[in-house]
């Protein structure tokens, strides 16, 4: 097996701060106090009312039991943060999703950009490259870009949190927080691996700083340095292979297609003779034989399958229409299996580097200087497949292999390829025309994405006359470089025009065993060094940010006591910029002699997507107030006291005017042990940038043509419409639109905290918390969709029109016309492109609940145990279907589409359902004894459901629940020559469980694709 026996690694935590957590006492606690150790949440310093808020906190101790090296593997473990849709993982084609070192960050799963993500309370910069969901760009943080070592705590705010961050924090709010102040310097090293895998990462951390002037200031510097190895499919036997149907052989849903995942596109071509620049109107003919279609369609196959009409050599031959790659057919065996041969990358090679700086000095007494200076850098290198044709690629009929050319070239030498005994085709030759085809001799795309991201902050607090105040100034930015390979079209077009063995040759197919994603039989060394090309696309993000904060626990008093406020303001400039590559962004087009038309791209199989800005100006105002209600001193009964915080924020967006949101919170102490708390916010989220800028962009799709399953219906071709198979390779363009309006959310939540004091000592301390929380959503961005656009242009035209504006078909050939024959039904061509804009779509509802049990105990002669348990149930999530489809419904329950036509997003519920599990847990149970510490975590994953994967009877395939363990065992060295040195050994996944089974091997955005992972750290401190 891959990677030999059990290796180790480490976990990197700085040992600073496992230093001081393992020597720590919980200090004491009065009985009488819920004390809150939160800093997201309010901004009255000593507010009792963040005791009113819904907040996880991830300790240091919590952080090394996860084994976690970044802040994807950390946030993962929380079970109240959603899916990663944005994960290394994703195997995009191409630059237009977001690759390389990048993870999201998505709380409830409510959607990308939900969540606002900060570091030491204040906002990060948003990743710069978007990843399209249902073609929408969606923005999000890059957890990745977190280290794990040198973090404190990780505080989660599980609710809308509008009124004191922005409104733009529907979900809740990520609080980061870092070690400072240390006075020393302690550093580790660990080295890890995935058993079974190529997957090796050597993870080496500083922490180090120093006080100055007798402790008025100090310098803090954490440096993280990771270096981690690629993962091959090969690794793992549910990524080996793309035909993921061996998996599910002996189930209900072994006969279902859908797990098959190779490409449709392949290096075996489907071709249509030209006769000028319109495809022929009769059949080719050798020696009066038809040997294409009507209107020319032909294919190259190997000669060993049925269907072969012309043989070419090579154990290559030409047959009639297109290659019959479905089923059972032989053909099949012949789609582009990417993972075969490794040809792609599971997860991509990585090498990262983060440091953060930080210092404060006081400048008095009550004024405190304090900066930030962060730097994160990150370059990844991944494999992934080859370009395609997304349209079909002119062949003059000067092509040296094309075998309908010439009978002599221009310098008279004889055609050795042309076909003999063609009786149609003039002794010039004819050009033709190529699609479904994958350039698969240029071997694998080599991607290498490299991003940085800078943090730049200085700022001012202290107190004055009884009143804490803070202010800064950050400026931070990201910025993202992809560059992948790529084949130029206009390079191409001349490569394919030669009348030499230098050019390039479409007609050689590719392994004739189908062997994956290589080509056994390549076009020449000249032909792809001419032709191919390095695509760039450059993104930037920034957030200038400028705030000023006041606040006092006791501004004046009331009949319950002090009443405190905060008051503040934030000033923000928020700038996008995507550069995209001459060849992608329409400043060099491509035109081809032979269809006569222009392509905008010159990329092949990339669509035009042009370059972008924007920017946007937010000027924000925010009052806070805590309020005392009840006092304990006013012996109302069962209400020992009552607090209350009212918050309300104003924001005026440069681009989307102004808004303002409202917050409500409640703590009712019952007694010393029981609290109850609620809270109602209100929540605003501006569109991002990418989808109001005012223009369209194209990306690669498919859609089945229902008009023309309907006439394969009306002829009788098709008697069940679930097997139409007409499927087509479309454009699909989508507008951006400046007429966007805002979405917004409100968001509720009501808890109980018990703290039941009273039991024995010998118990330990408890804390027991329960909440149930709500979000409501309107106004969500989205599209109408693909196949919904294709419906309405199915639906106008059996009803007589001309077809959907918005559908671009070519010009009906003969073989068309054919087909629609007897059939009542306007012939028309094969769709090209489809066009759609952004728009406010449907609402959206989550809501659930949160358990959380807290335990603490410290004996004499056993240690101290700390542990905890975190449980999020989800029993709610609803979308309204697309407001923009009831005409379809409509004609779909009268008979006038097919009753089986498919419609998207008509689906309300969702729970459980793309990713969404119902229930998710994460428990931490820490040990300490001298020099040993313990940690042991575990997190469950719920089942989720497949809709795309379905039995016979409906039933969509179940993606299993999963709980993995994960531990470590920590020793500490306390002699001479081993001052305070330490040793590490753990792991993630002990019991080596690799992920469920889903239709695409296993489900990125939930779990990682391999097994146990072991490693070990050492550690020692200055």
Not at 208 to 215: A, E, I, L, M, S
Not at 482 to 491: F, M, Q
Not at 498 to 504: E, I, Q, V
Not at 573 to 597: C, I, K, W
Request: proline share 6%.
């Amino acid at each position: 097996m891959k990677g030999g026996p059990l290796l180790c690694s480490v976990t990197m935590l700085s040992a600073a701060i496992s230093t001081a957590y393992a020597q720590q006492a919980p200090a004491p606690e009065k009985p009488d106090q819920m004390q809150s150790v939160t800093v997201v949440g309010s901004s009255i310093k000593g507010s009792r009312i963040t005791t009113a808020l819904p907040v996880t906190v991830v300790t240091a101790d919590e952080i090394a039991a996860t084994g976690a090296v970044d802040g994807d593997d950390l946030l993962r473990t929380v079970p109240q943060l959603g899916d990663v849709f944005f994960n290394p993982t994703n195997q995009a084609q191409t630059s237009n999703t977001a690759r390389g070192d990048v993870s999201s960050v998505d709380l409830r799963g409510a959607g990308l950009g939900d969540t606002l993500v900060m570091l030491n309370g204040r906002r990060l910069v948003t990743h710069p490259t978007s990843n399209g969901n249902n073609t929408v760009p969606l923005i999000t943080y890059n957890s990745s870009a977190i280290p794990a070592a040198g973090l404190q705590s990780v505080e989660v705010l599980m609710e809308g949190a509008g009124a004191i961050y922005g409104s733009d924090a529907v979900a809740g709010v990520v609080n980061t927080i870092t070690k400072t102040n240390f006075n020393g310097l302690t550093g580790s090293v660990q080295y890890g691996t995935a058993e079974n895998t190529n997957r090796h990462e050597v993870n080496t951390n500083l922490f180090g700083g120093r006080n100055f002037k007798d402790g008025r200031g100090n310098v803090s510097l954490s440096l993280s340095i990771l270096n981690r190895t690629r993962q091959n499919p090969s690794d793992m036997p549910f990524t080996a292979n793309q035909d993921k149907r061996p998996l599910f052989a002996g189930t209900p849903w072994a006969n279902s297609g859908a797990p098959d995942g190779r490409g449709g596109q392949s290096s075996w071509i489907n071709g249509s003779v030209f006769n000028g620049t319109r495809q022929v109107t009769s059949a080719i003919k050798q020696n009066g034989t038809n040997i294409t279609t009507a209107a020319g369609a032909f294919h190259i196959q190997p000669n060993t399958y049925a269907g072969c009409l012309v043989q070419l050599g090579n154990n290559l031959c030409l047959g009639s229409g297109g290659n019959n790659q479905n089923g059972n057919a032989p053909g099949n065996i012949l789609r582009y299996n990417n993972a075969a041969n490794d040809y792609i990358t599971v997860a991509p090679s990585i090498h990262r580097q983060n440091a953060l700086l930080t210092g404060h000095f006081d400048l008095t007494d009550n004024d405190t200087v304090y900066g930030e200076l962060g730097l994160y850098h990150a370059v990844a290198h991944t494999l992934t497949t080859q370009p395609t044709s997304l349209v079909a690629v002119g062949v003059p009929a000067s092509n040296y292999y094309n075998p309908f050319g010439p009978v002599t070239f221009a310098d008279g030498t004889p055609n050795p390829n042309r076909i003999p005994g063609l009786t149609n085709v003039p002794a010039s030759g004819l050009p033709l025309t190529f699609t479904n085809y994958r350039f698969n001799d240029y071997g694998p795309d080599h991607i290498d994405v490299t991003n940085y991201q800078y943090r730049y902050l200085v700022g001012l607090k202290g107190a004055r006359n009884g009143w804490d105040y803070d202010t800064g100034l950050l400026y931070t930015y990201a910025t993202a470089e992809d560059l992948s390979d790529g084949v130029d079209s206009n390079a191409l077009y001349k490569q394919l025009a030669l009348s030499t063995p230098d050019a390039y040759n479409p007609f050689n197919g590719s392994c004739i065993d189908g062997s994956g994603g290589g080509d056994c039989n390549p076009s020449s060394k000249a032909a792809i060094d001419a032709t191919k090309i390095r695509i760039a696309r450059r993104s930037r993000t920034g957030l200038l940010l400028a705030d000023f904060k006041l606040s006092r626990p006791d501004l004046f008093n009331t009949w319950a006591g002090p009443v405190g406020v905060a008051v503040g303001t934030e000033l923000r400039r928020e700038t996008q910029r995507d550069d995209r590559d001459p060849h992608v962004n329409g400043s060099m087009p491509f035109y081809d002699a032979v269809t006569g038309l222009t392509q905008p791209s010159s990329a092949t199989g990339v669509n035009v997507t042009p370059s972008s800005s924007g920017s946007r100006r937010v000027a924000g105002a925010f009052l806070e107030l805590a309020v005392p209600l009840v006092s304990e001193g006013m012996n109302i009964p069962l209400v020992q006291s009552l607090n209350m915080q009212v918050a309300g924020r104003y924001e005026h967006y440069s681009d989307f005017g102004s808004v303002s949101k409202p917050k409500l919170a409640l703590a009712w102490d019952v007694n010393n042990y029981i609290r109850f708390r609620g809270s109602y916010s209100e929540g605003f989220k501006a569109p991002n940038l990418e989808t109001t800028a005012d223009y369209s962009y194209g990306r690669a799709s498919s859609v089945t043509d229902y008009y023309k399953c309907e006439a394969d219906v009306r002829a009788g071709r098709l008697t069940n419409w679930n097997n139409c198979g007409r499927g087509v390779g479309v454009r699909y363009f989508i507008s951006g639109n400046p007429q966007l309006g805002p979405e917004t959310s409100n968001t509720s939540n009501i808890g109980i905290v018990l703290r039941p004091d009273f039991l024995p000592e010998a118990l330990g301390r408890f804390t027991v918390t329960l909440d149930r929380w709500r979000i409501n959503q309107t106004g969500i961005v989205g599209v109408l969709g693909l196949s919904n656009v294709t419906a309405n242009d199915y639906l106008d035209r059996v009803n007589g029109g001309a077809g959907d504006p918005r559908i671009v078909r070519a010009e009906p050939n003969a073989d068309d016309i054919a087909a629609f024959a007897g059939t009542n039904l306007k012939p028309v061509g094969n769709i090209l492109d489809v066009k759609d804009t952004f728009l406010n779509l449907q609402p959206q509802k989550i809501s659930g609940y949160d358990f959380n049990l807290i335990w603490r105990k410290k004996t004499a002669g056993w240690g101290s145990f700390d542990g905890n348990i975190n449980v999020a149930y989800m029993d709610r999530y609803t979308q309204l279907p697309l407001s923009g489809i009831a005409n379809l419904l409509e004609a779909r329950t009268a008979g006038i589409l097919n009753p089986a036509l498919p419609l998207a997003d008509l689906e309300n519920n969702r729970l459980r359902n793309y990713g969404k599990p119902a229930n998710k847990v994460a428990f931490n149970m820490t040990w300490k004894l001298r020099d040993w510490q313990v940690g042991v975590s575990a997190n469950y994953i719920g089942s989720v459901l497949e809709p795309g994967l379905l039995a016979d009877d409906g039933t969509p395939w179940e993606v299993d629940n999963q709980t993995l363990v994960n531990g470590y065992v920590q020793y500490r060295f306390s002699n001479a020559w081993l001052k305070d040195a330490r040793i590490k050994l753990g792991g993630r996944n002990l019991f080596d469980k690799l992920p469920p089974l889903a239709q695409g091997g296993y489900n990125g955005g939930l779990y990682n694709p391999y097994g146990r992972y072991l490693y070990l750290n050492l550690s020692n401190s200055f």
